[in-house]
């Protein structure tokens, strides 16, 4: 899974941008994007801009969730108070490459119930599948499930609070860019956390 | 001095005091490696590195808050010719702190209670009770809105004793001034921040005559504009 994470102010203006890939299931953390949808990243993001505006005044929560969907590219979105937008472009692998995957589950639970018979190591076989299994309803397969929803919550959570750290400088004024590097570890820090 | 060093004796001494150089000497190294032109502090903790939620005990002195904001006021007041500029000048101190209350404070919400204000009257109760336990440690005396058919679009705040007016006495020649216009101005960020654009003045309403109970009182009066009228009436017709 590939993230792209923008912070975009009251003005429709960028604040803040880092892209970066999962960390969970052996993920490097490297994002996957080809170069030709890194740029179009930016566009799908502004684009989805217009539909915040109508979900914000519906719903009072910080978190509105996924709200818009290009493709194979789900946007979730947290709102501030003061109406800055954090928006979280998140692409789950393509199907070529999850195919794979979902063969080398099958081959394994078929040996897993070959092995049954015999004795103790066939547990561990077995435990492994249910790791497999639980992983296809996780954050890299279903960008829409509750686990997920969670997860991106969560990060947006850690986010929002040094965000508001960011805003309580004394220097800073609203729409200004974060330039901070620490901020920028931060963030970089939640997204190895959490997604 | 020298007594107080010999005292945690002699191996112990000597021990601390390699520690310490060791501290020192790697401290150094990591500073060294880190970007230049970005300055840390020298204890190496910048804002992010600070908790956002605040103490029982963590409030400021009103002395010497008094003793600030009256320093505002005459910085303010040498910079213009007249009342209304100088009442400008101090809603544009208060508008950012504002726009950063709003973040602050719904951050320091438990989670069940984040939510944004979606309309005005929510909004405004946010303003009376959370913003002003904030800045002044109660909440605001009373929340008004315009009686007249033709001004639906104006709120009151009313405070009967402000805070910030405790230390100031106005002139004679002045009475129109309220220096509660810097927290009119922290109102007007509060209410721009959260896509409420409005404009908030400060008047002062208490009675002239003797034996008056609140002769400080001030009513901050939010005028909305107009497309937020329409937004609220939109979103009312929908829900």
């Known amino acids: 899974m590939s993230y792209y994470f923008a912070i975009i102010g009251t003005q429709d203006n960028p604040l803040f941008e880092y892209e970066f890939g999962t960390s969970k299931q052996g993920g490097d953390g490297q994002s996957r994007f080809s170069e030709q949808s890194r740029h179009l990243n930016q566009f799908i993001l502004h684009s989805s801009l217009d539909i915040v505006e109508e979900v914000q005044w519906t719903n009072g929560a910080l978190y509105l969730k996924v709200i818009d969907r290009f493709f194979n590219n789900y946007i979730s979105v947290f709102l501030t108070p003061s109406n800055t937008k954090f928006l979280l472009l998140h692409q789950p692998p393509s199907s070529a490459s999850i195919a794979p995957s979902s063969s080398t589950v099958t081959s394994s639970s078929s040996a897993s119930v070959s092995s049954s018979v015999t004795a103790i190591p066939s547990l561990g076989g077995v435990g492994g599948v249910g790791g497999t299994r639980s992983s296809s309803t996780s954050i890299a397969a279903n960008p829409t499930s509750p686990q997920t929803e969670e997860a991106i919550k969560n990060f947006f959570g850690e986010v929002y609070e040094n965000y508001v750290k960011a805003v309580m400088s004394p220097f800073y004024r609203v729409n200004m860019e974060i330039k901070s590097p620490v901020f920028k570890n931060r963030v970089a820090a939640a997204g190895r956390k959490y997604l | ?239």
């Open chain 2, 1 to 239: 001095m020298s007594h107080l060093l010999a005292k945690p004796g002699g191996g112990g001494g000597q021990n601390a005091g390699a520690k310490d150089q060791q501290s020192i000497v790697s401290g150094g190294s990591s500073s060294a490696s880190r970007e230049a032109g970005l300055r840390y502090p020298t204890n190496g903790k910048t804002i992010y590195h600070r908790p956002l939620n605040r103490s029982k005990t963590a409030e400021l002195s009103q002395a010497s808050f008094a003793y600030l904001f009256s320093e505002m006021v005459s910085y303010a007041q040498k910079r213009v010719t007249g009342i209304q500029d100088l009442e400008k000048k101090l809603n544009l101190q208060g508008h950012p702190i504002g726009l950063k209350l709003l973040d602050l404070l719904l951050i320091r919400e438990p989670p069940r209670s984040q939510t944004r204000p979606l309309n005005i009257i929510s909004l405004l109760h946010f303003i009376k009770i959370n913003v002003w336990q904030h800045l002044f440690g109660r909440q605001a005396n009373g929340l008004e809105k315009s009686s007249s058919a033709e001004t639906p679009d104006e709120y009151m705040i009313i405070d009967n004793e402000p805070l910030v007016n405790a230390y100031i006495s106005v002139p004679r020649e002045m009475s129109q001034l309220n220096c509660a216009a810097y927290v009119a101005g922290i109102i007007e960020g509060v209410c721009d921040g959260a896509a409420f654009p409005a404009r908030v003045t400060a008047h002062t309403v208490g009675g002239k005559e003797e034996g008056e109970m609140w002769p400080g009182k001030t009513v901050f009066l939010v005028k909305f504009q107009p497309e937020v009228l329409e937004r609220e009436a939109l979103i009312g017709n929908k829900g």
